[in-house]
């Protein structure tokens, strides 16, 4: 009870004192003054009113009207509050599902966020059993496919002259037409021609199409087609098998004509398994090898650590070289050996030395020692790769072969001749575009003219749709319902995120239509898929949940245990059919070979319209928008072609001095290619690691009828592509075209170190020699106090000379002495405690597929610029992949290094901003504040690695003609022009309002600012992960204060795609994170260490792993060659006077958290 | 008065050898320095003054319609890039604030020095320097990609706002914002007061209502009492001290911009002398350049006489002979210094042509070697022919030389900023830049900006300081033959 204070009694006499201000309040002088004075102007509204009150008031509400109150508008928009909130929604909190996105020979297993309904970022699913969460660049860049405003959006029917659209109904009616006409022939006239898939929802419905339609034809086409490498297996064994590498497991590994790091399927599997066995902790580890012989320089070539140049048509006779030496080395492959050495009697005997090398060092690694071929081989090349893993005790242990589908296509060659025949009453087209990519001589157009009725499937319209009497708009992955198999056959499930954006039709949907199931939503197929799954693999006889199963699947994304059974293989014996193959001439100037293959970016054009692909340098040669007509230097050099682009040719050692120019303005020549009559042109490139005389051409550009994105990149190398000879042809002609250059749009245009230490490397003998070499480089080796090993005092941490000014992101206390005493005296804090940030790169394990650059692309809505842009150098891309050459320009090592913000310590760029838009934050980020940036681009001029990137357009605002760049009379891009017409700042289409940017913004991350014109931007280290995992730890922590976010809960979006792991974030407090101790690791250094920025981004020294028994073994690799020759120093000796230091292999984490938290008394 | 008839000299004057070549020329008498200057002014223009201005205001329209389109579109109608994120928009800054120097010095520190012949060029040189630091001011404001942020108080401008954030004071950028408006402000102060005894003369002479209208209002209400010009000479000389370290801590501090960055060819602590030298240099060329042509247009050779222009070659000879020194010292510091990134720059950016130096050092050639080349001929060989007092005295090759100090000058900005910043620490950085015409119509733009103000600073305010010719006449000088008050002219 609260107790009342007794009444006191106000004194007679004396002064009155008040005790509270209820009695002030009471007084009559206090109640007048609130009457007159409160509220202000009351009184003098109750007058009467007169004129001059009247024009007071109102003129002042004009004042307000015009200057307060426009600032008090709510954007007008319907707000359509959920009248029952769904269960679990919380609005602005994102959601994962787990999907998979299916490709040609496989799914990658995914985990979609959504972002209130809408799917916005891509990741792996790292509880799949064969994934680590890292992806590739197509999965990252999907979202954007979603999102393209070029899609199809809606049902057509073509006639010859116009386009018009339909209801879907109407479109289904179309299918069902025509498979009443079908149920009526038993199939005869119904063809369908589908893609590769590994669905097995599909591979049910064709089959049920089949039982129904026995006539009806079924046909494939890939334009590059994986299928190979299964005919092969299941040729060489006699059985339906595919084979399934564990690269991992692997030693030794020899790849021919096998971009398996790259162009490849399943290269994120690939690429995580490879970088595994390449993942060394200690000079005394175990390292794998890889031998690539290859024609064009493609991801593995770079990464090999000895590369023999070869034709792709002589990769025949170097296979069955190197079978012939192993087979004479391990018993019981007589017959394959004989057979062998017949097919290598064409190989040259200069390369005999490391043919032999290099099967004998297989030899040597029985049993962890793998031998690939790659999809744009023969079949003879891949039964005897089998027939050598087989001999190498490959299979079970670096191998495996998986059950195969058996279902048997028809190919497009097949399909052209029914066509042509007019056999074909209806050809069904569910998906892929063979009006375009369909091989030449077919001339896919003319036939399908043929047939009574096309009806194609299309994610968009174009060059079949033009040739289709019905176009069906296809769904997205990501709208879809579906299934497929990873590579090690595990069921995953294709799910939806999103409602079809314009009510899309899956191919299982158009498939059970024209099949005339009963069931057709693609969902119960699944479903129904999914039943006879679990049912096969849980038994008949066990009970089980199927609606939990069904649920659990879903989830998980992924169906437990589903992985194929390995399959026991024998090999048949070897016939001459199975292994007849006429070996082509070698290639000979003036009778070139060329060849085609599978374009990094898009793909074999499919993704044509993509722009983060587009713009997505090339991993080796680094060029955009396009693809170039490549010949290696010697080449170059006989054809007489000018090579007026140096980028990358300067600076290697033993270039050719008529390779140099200067002149960087002009372009490359154009060139046209012709070979049996049929031709393209497009600009010539000089590629360092290209065999001679062969000419390499990417497929999937130069597309007719695409989106705005794709129009105008590149030229089209199907014009020249047979059915014969698709992936390579003897007897091409060059010719140069006079006075007519192009311009090639390449994000690095100097591909040399110019023996500066910017890469790292060493080889595994080097690291053996010298432990902690990464640290002994450069200006830092000769100083005592760069990046060397702290050293402690006994008072504190001295770990590196102070700074002009106060550290960042540390201070000093005055608990243990005063802040005038001397140092040592002083205990330094870290301005937060409970995080520091840090990232670590494993040039040892990048390859260089370039996931991250996708990933930070899609994570942080970085524009697009197009072509003129990324001449001009102005690509806005937060993460970049350096790729440089060293050595000779025939023969290159290439190394590759994600560049991207290094968030110094020190960081020069906080310093020369007037206007305080960068600063550091207390967990050692550098941090941009877009609101106070005025663009005066100083903070780009004082950064030494130029991690920025300047908004020098309003890049959202682009409106087309991504590929197109101005180009002056002489067809090189004219630097005088501004190309602003393209963006016309507040002249422009005001992308807000337009109907397009309403697609296109769904796919932006909610909490990433999209920047506008004149701002700075750059790595954020994904500091909206940062502060969505600090939030959640908090309230996840609750009282008990533990707000510290444990290690793994969350990454970058570059660490995340990653499939090799090679990119570590982490926080530098927490001394067991991965980050902190790679930070301590032997190999760990700063990129330009001794300009003392102390950057918060490290990198662990590369390592090779070269033969010494080799014809081309090397004690060094050629980067520090050419540091060796032009610092006339090693690091792998006492360098300079840097002998009496750096002697402990501690780490250089000079002031880092992690060290100064151990030091703390 | 005119009537009277001079008198005979009552003070012999020394012997012939040894008196100094008078300033004023021909004996002119006092009336005539009036005339003479204020007749410029005074009346109508001349015939050649109309189309300079009608092509010059032209020039500044065009400017300005670039510097619409630049700030309405985007930098990128510039040639920037990444690396290359500066280019001709501050090398603009620096080549005409760098000009802007001559003026200051020949007011203020000639004037400390008691450097009399400074009296004929000071006010055109103040009022070039002005036009100058203007042109110059638009390069900086106008480069940054936000301009309406720029210039918003709290951004640049030290603003107690309610977050409470400053500018970064550590920002050499910052630093240029106060640099640059100090002198900006003192400059002006500095002609102003100089101008105000012309003032009155010019309102005492004016015919027109509104003419003695404006002049009256700025001269102040100048009479010539003493009293005026006591206080006027305190203002003058107090001006001139505070104006003297100006000279040297504008252009100290816009080479901070380089200075203090890390860059390779950047970060050298030689450059606050070698760019107030270089500084120097070029405000002197320019002043040769407009005051060549001024004095035979506007018939003022015996006021900037030949000995004038032999003094400012000679300053020209003086300040090149520096600046040529810091390039080779830079240049033999960057071997010196042993550190490999900045060696690379100087050989590999800048002195490698295909001709002598590539060759001589085994490299490619640097892909801006025209650039540097150009420089080192405009910059340091060229105004050694100074050497030669013929030389100094044809106006014709002065001025082309004058002229070839400005191309210079600029290239040595341009070097300094674009070889500098293709190609750094890392070669996968390494970039070209190219102008737009953007680029090139601003700049051309800016010289029109220039020569519209000096061309209506002459058709309004006398081109030269008159009160302070006079006075520097023997007529003035009580103790010469000439002078005292011996009645008649003045």
């Known amino acids: 009870m609260k107790t009342i204070p007794p009444q006191c009694p106000e004194p007679e006499v004396g002064p009155k004192y008040w005790r509270s201000l209820d009695q002030v309040a009471e007084t009559p002088e206090f109640r007048n003054w609130v009457e007159k004075e409160f509220p202000a102007g009351a009184s003098e509204l109750s007058d009467p009113v007169s004129r001059r009150s009247f024009m007071k008031l109102m003129s002042a509400s004009f004042l307000l009207a015009g200057f307060g109150l426009t600032g008090c508008r709510r954007p007008e928009e319907n707000i359509l509050p959920f009248g029952k909130q769904p269960e679990g929604y919380i609005h602005g909190k994102p959601v994962f599902y787990a999907s998979s996105r299916p490709t040609k020979s496989g799914a990658v297993p995914l985990l979609v966020k959504s972002m209130d309904g809408r799917p916005i970022k891509v990741e792996g699913n790292k509880q799949h059993p064969d994934s680590n969460g890292g992806t590739d660049i197509h999965s990252q860049s999907s979202i954007l496919d979603l999102y393209d405003p070029d899609r199809s959006m809606g049902y057509r029917k073509v006639s010859k002259d116009s386009v018009g659209t339909i209801t879907r109904s109407a479109a289904t009616d179309v299918l069902t037409e025509i498979s009443a006409d079908a149920a009526k022939t038993q199939g005869e006239g119904l063809a369908i021609l589908v893609q590769r898939s590994s669905s097995p929802t599909r591979i049910r419905v064709l089959a049920d199409l089949k039982k129904k339609f026995p006539k009806a034809g079924l046909f494939v086409h890939e334009p590059v087609d994986p299928q190979v490498a299964t005919i092969g297996a299941s040729a060489a064994f006699g059985t339906s098998v595919r084979p399934y590498y564990k690269l991992d497991s692997a030693k030794a590994i020899a790849a021919f004509d096998c971009d398996f790091l790259g162009g490849e399927e399943d290269s994120a599997v690939s690429i995580r398994r490879f970088a595994k066995g390449r993942k060394t902790s200690s000079a005394s580890d175990e390292m794998n090898r890889l031998y690539v012989v290859e024609g064009i320089m493609t991801v593995t070539g770079i990464n090999a650590d000895h590369r023999l140049r070869s034709a792709p048509s002589q990769i025949v006779p170097a296979l069955a070289k190197l079978a012939s030496v192993v087979f004479s080395q391990v018993s019981g492959f007589g017959a394959f050996a004989s057979a062998s050495s017949a097919l290598s009697a064409s190989f040259p005997a200069a390369n005999e030395k490391w043919v032999t090398e290099c099967a004998a060092d297989l030899v040597a690694h029985k049993g962890a020692a793998l031998v690939l071929v790659g999809q744009g081989q023969p079949l003879v090349a891949h039964v005897l790769a089998n027939a050598i893993n087989v001999a190498l005790g490959a299979v079970g242990q670096t191998v495996e072969y998986l059950p195969a589908d058996d279902t048997a296509f028809g190919s497009i060659a097949d399909l052209a001749q029914q066509l042509n025949s007019g056999k074909v009453a209806s050809l069904v087209i569910a998906g892929g575009n063979p009006a375009y990519d369909a091989p030449a001589d077919l001339d896919f157009a003319a036939a399908a003219a043929k047939a009574g009725k096309v009806v194609r499937l299309g994610y968009y319209e174009d060059e079949t749709t033009k040739v289709s009497g019905w176009h069906l708009t296809q769904a997205h992955y990501l709208e879809s319902w579906g299934d497929g198999r990873t590579s090690d056959g595990t069921l995953v499930p294709v799910q939806p995120l999103i409602a079809p954006l314009f009510d899309g039709m899956t191919e299982l949907e158009l498939l059970a239509r024209v099949a005339g199931l009963d069931t057709v939503r693609s969902y119960d197929l699944v479903r129904d898929t999914f039943r006879s799954e679990a049912r096969s693999l849980f038994g008949i006889t066990v009970e089980f949940n199927l609606e939990e199963e069904w649920k659990r699947f879903l989830h998980d994304g992924f169906m437990a245990n589903s992985a194929a059974k390995p399959v026991a293989v024998r090999l048949v014996a070897p016939n001459a059919a199975l292994l007849a193959y006429n070996v082509p001439a070698a290639p000979a100037e003036g009778r070139f070979e060329l060849v085609f293959h599978r374009d990094n970016s898009v793909d074999d054009g499919r993704f044509a319209n993509n722009g983060w692909l587009q713009e997505l340098p090339d991993p080796v040669g680094k060029y955009t928008w396009e693809n170039v007509i490549a010949v290696s230097a010697t080449t170059a050099k006989a054809l007489k072609l000018k090579i007026t682009d140096p980028k990358n040719q300067r600076g290697t050692e033993n270039v050719d001095h008529t390779l140099k120019s200067n002149e960087s303005t002009v372009g490359n020549d154009v060139v046209t290619v012709t070979i049996g009559g049929r031709e393209f042109t497009g600009p010539a490139w000089v590629q360092p690691g290209l065999a001679d005389n062969v000419i390499a051409v990417a497929l999937g550009y130069g597309r007719q009828i695409v989106g705005r994105v794709g129009r105008h990149a590149g030229f089209n190398a199907y014009l020249a592509r047979t059915w014969a000879a698709p992936y390579f042809a003897a007897g091409a002609v060059l010719k140069i075209l006079d006075g007519k250059f192009a311009h090639i749009a390449t994000t690095q245009e100097h591909g040399a170190m110019e023996g500066r230490p910017i890469v790292r490397e060493a080889t595994l003998a080097n690291w053996k020699k010298k432990e902690d070499f990464a640290r002994n480089w450069d200006i830092e080796s000769h100083g005592a106090f760069i990046t060397k090993t702290p050293v402690s005092t006994a008072g504190g941490v001295e770990a590196r000379p102070a700074g002009i000014y106060q550290h960042p992101y540390e201070h000093f206390s005055s608990e243990k002495g005063n802040l005038t005493g001397p140092r040592s005296d002083r205990r330094q804090i870290l301005k937060s405690e409970i995080h520091q940030w840090g990232m670590v790169v494993d040039l040892s394990s990048c390859v260089g597929c370039s996931a991250c650059m996708v990933a930070c692309q899609s994570e942080n809505n970085v524009p697009i610029v197009g072509k003129d842009q990324v001449i001009k150098g102005r690509e806005m891309h937060w993460l970049r992949l350096d790729r440089y050459y060293a050595g000779g320009i025939e023969d290159p090592q290439v190394v590759t290094q994600p560049m991207m913000c290094q968030h110094c310590e020190n960081a020069p760029c906080e310093s020369v901003c007037p206007v305080n838009a960068t600063v550091h934050d207390e967990e050692g980020l550098n941090v941009m504040a877009y609101n106070r940036c005025i663009g005066t681009r100083y903070c780009s001029n004082n950064c030494p690695y130029k991690a920025r990137r300047f908004n020098f357009f309003d890049y959202n605002k682009r409106e087309n003609d991504y590929a197109v760049a101005k180009t002056d009379a002489r067809g090189s891009v004219s630097w005088f022009s501004t190309d602003a017409s393209l963006y016309k700042g507040p002249f422009g289409v005001d992308k807000n309002k337009s109907a397009e940017w309403e697609i296109i913004k769904l796919g932006k991350n909610p909490n990433v600012t999209v920047r506008m014109r004149g701002v700075m931007e750059k790595c954020t280290m994904c500091v909206q992960r940062i502060e969505e995992a600090k939030i959640n730890q908090k309230v996840k922590a609750g009282p008990s204060g533990d707000v510290q976010v444990p290690e793994g809960t969350f990454t970058t979006a570059c660490a995340q795609a990653c499939p090799a792991e090679a990119i570590v974030f982490g926080n530098l407090i927490d001394p067991e994170s991965a980050v902190s101790k790679l930070r301590k690791h032997q190999r760990n250094y700063e990129v330009l260490g001794f300009l003392e920025t102390r950057p918060r981004v490290t990198y662990l020294a590369r390592i090779r792993n070269p033969n010494p028994k080799m014809p081309d073994a090397y004690e060094l690799s050629f980067t520090t060659k050419e540091y060796e020759t032009k610092y006339e120093a090693s690091p792998f000796e006492g360098h300079g006077h840097g002998t009496e230091h750096a002697e402990t292999g501690e780490a250089p984490i000079h002031g880092a958290a992690a060290e100064m938290k151990g030091e703390q008394h | ?490």
Not at chain 2, 87 to 102: L, M, Q
Not at chain 2, 247 to 267: K, N, R, Y
């Open chain 2, 1 to 490: 008065m005119a009537s009277v008839a001079p008198t005979a000299p009552k003070v012999q004057g020394p012997p012939a050898e040894l008196e100094r070549e008078p300033l004023v020329l021909n004996n002119r008498p006092l009336s005539w320095i009036s005339d003479q200057i204020a007749g410029i002014a005074e009346g109508k223009a001349a015939k050649w003054w109309w189309p300079a201005f009608i092509v010059s205001a032209g020039g500044t329209l065009m400017m300005a319609t670039m510097i619409a389109y630049l700030i309405s579109t985007g930098i990128g109608v510039w040639g920037l890039n990444q690396p290359v994120a500066w280019a001709w928009d501050i090398t603009n800054f620096v080549f005409w604030i760098g000009i802007g120097h001559a003026g200051t010095l020949i007011s203020a520190v000639l004037f400390l020095l008691r450097q009399k012949w400074r009296t004929s060029i000071n006010r055109s040189a103040e009022a070039m320097t002005l036009f100058a630091v203007v042109c110059a001011g638009i390069f900086p404001v106008v480069h940054t990609g936000r301009v309406w942020f720029a210039l918003y108080p709290g951004y640049l401008i030290p603003f107690p706002n309610s977050n409470g954030i400053w500018p970064q004071f550590r920002s050499p950028l910052l630093w240029d914002v106060f640099a640059v408006s100090t002198y900006g402000t003192v400059s002006l102060l500095f002609w102003y007061v100089g101008l105000i005894p012309d003032l009155g003369l010019m309102r005492d002479r004016a015919k027109t209502k509104v003419k003695k209208f404006f002049y009256g209002l700025f001269a102040f209400g100048w009479s010539g009492a003493n009293r005026h010009w006591s206080n006027y000479e305190k203002a003058y000389l107090i001006l001139a001290g505070l104006a003297t370290p100006l000279v040297l801590s504008v252009h100290s501090i816009v080479s901070f911009d380089f200075a203090v960055s890390q860059l390779p060819g950047w970060h050298t602590t030689i450059f606050p002398p070698y760019f107030v030298a270089g500084a120097i240099f070029s405000g002197f060329g320019m002043v040769l350049t407009l005051l060549i042509p001024l004095r035979s247009l506007c018939k003022l050779e015996d006021i900037i006489t030949k000995r004038h222009i032999d003094l400012m070659c000679k300053v020209i000879l003086g300040t090149g002979s520096m600046v040529g020194y810091a390039y080779i010292m830079e240049f033999f510091i960057a071997w010196y210094g042993g550190n490999p990134y900045e060696l690379d720059l100087f050989i590999r950016n800048r002195v490698a042509d295909p001709f002598i130096f590539g060759p001589l050092f085994h490299v490619d050639p640097a892909p801006y070697w025209w650039a540097y080349w150009t420089m080192m001929i405009c910059n340091v060989f060229t105004p050694h022919l100074f050497w030669f007092k013929k030389l100094r005295s044809s106006m014709i090759f002065v001025w082309i030389i004058s002229i070839f100090v400005n191309i210079g000058m600029w290239f040595e900005r341009f070097n300094i900023i674009v070889t500098s910043l293709h190609r750094d620490f890392m070669p996968s950085n390494w970039g070209m830049f190219s102008p737009t015409w953007v680029d090139i119509l601003t700049f051309v733009g800016s010289f029109a900006l220039f020569m519209t103000l000096f061309l209506l600073f002459m058709k309004f305010l006398p081109v030269i300081a008159i009160s302070e010719v006079k006075g520097v006449t023997p007529q003035a000088d009580p103790h010469h033959p000439l002078g005292g008050a011996k009645g008649g002219q003045h």
